[in-house]
């Protein structure tokens, strides 16, 4: 993606397929397709999801805490100053265990938690632009919004509690409805100026929510809101053929299981 003259192959592509749409998967690759928004349009292909700004906020897990902070989300404390951490630490507005982790990053890669100053110190000694981030201990959930690209209304929530964790995904989860979640995030992303989809992952402790992290793109774990009903590319087509989509919140299957799982071939040369 850094490589010269990239966006301009990914220009020919589009021209060769007489591709209508683009979007990506890959969290480096989306700030990049929002930000050539107007030269896709000159194109007639249509770049599926938010506006570049709205994309680099949620990129960097710094500017979406303040973001979320500023306008009175509850989320996860977190800091990138390790002496304001530790001055929270000595007063008993936070304790340990902490997680350590890039600023910008994805797929829980380079996550650590860590439990004393001491490996604090040497993580960040060695890595750049780390921050650390207090551990919320409840429910996971995730969480596939898709807000319409021409209404700008959240027209579909899909919400699921994660079960277990695998690489940054969820490799088992189930289905649930929450309608005090479902308005929490509608008011969310609306707030925030989302469009097309969005992936957001959220903490229930104590029965309130926390906002943790969103990705303003498909996440891995969409199949399973897929096979519950929320039909998200039709969404998508949809809005490409010049129509707004009705709102149909939580209208989905409850108590639907996904457990991800790999094959074995094992084969005699």
Not at 15 to 34: F, M, N, V, Y
Request: hydrophobic fraction near 35%; glycine fraction near 8%; proline fraction near 2%.
């Amino acid at each position: 993606m850094t490589a010269p003259g990239y966006i301009n192959v990914i220009f020919d592509i589009c021209r060769k397929e007489k591709a209508t749409a683009i979007l990506s998967l890959i969290d480096p690759e989306i700030s990049l397709l929002a930000g050539y928004k107007e030269e896709f349009n000159n194109l007639g292909v249509t770049v599926i999801g938010s506006s570049y700004d709205i994309c680099e906020m949620s990129l960097d897990k710094m500017q979406m805490y303040k973001w979320l902070i500023n306008h009175s989300y509850m989320t996860a404390k977190s800091y990138t100053d390790r002496d304001c951490f530790y001055q929270d630490n000595n007063d008993g507005k936070i304790s340990y265990p902490v997680f350590v982790k890039p600023v910008k990053g994805s797929a829980s890669i380079a996550i650590s938690k860590v439990e004393d100053k001491e490996t604090i110190e040497l993580l960040f000694d060695h890595s750049d632009k780390l921050m650390i981030q207090e551990f919320l201990n409840g429910q996971e959930i995730g969480v596939d919004v898709y807000v319409d690209m021409i209404s700008g209304e959240t027209v579909s929530i899909y919400t699921k509690k994660k079960i277990m964790m695998r690489a940054g995904e969820t490799d088992k989860a189930v289905s649930f409805k929450n309608e005090k979640l479902f308005k929490l995030i509608e008011k969310f992303v609306k707030e925030v100026g989302y469009r097309g989809q969005v992936d957001i992952d959220i903490f229930e402790v104590n029965g309130e929510y926390f906002i943790s992290e969103v990705n303003p793109r498909f996440g891995g774990g969409y199949p399973h809101a897929y096979e519950c009903g929320c039909d998200h590319m039709k969404l998508i087509v949809e809005n490409l053929l010049g129509r707004a989509n009705e709102k149909n919140i939580g209208c989905y299957d409850e108590g639907i299981c996904m457990m991800k799982y790999n094959d074995v071939m094992i084969k005699k040369l």
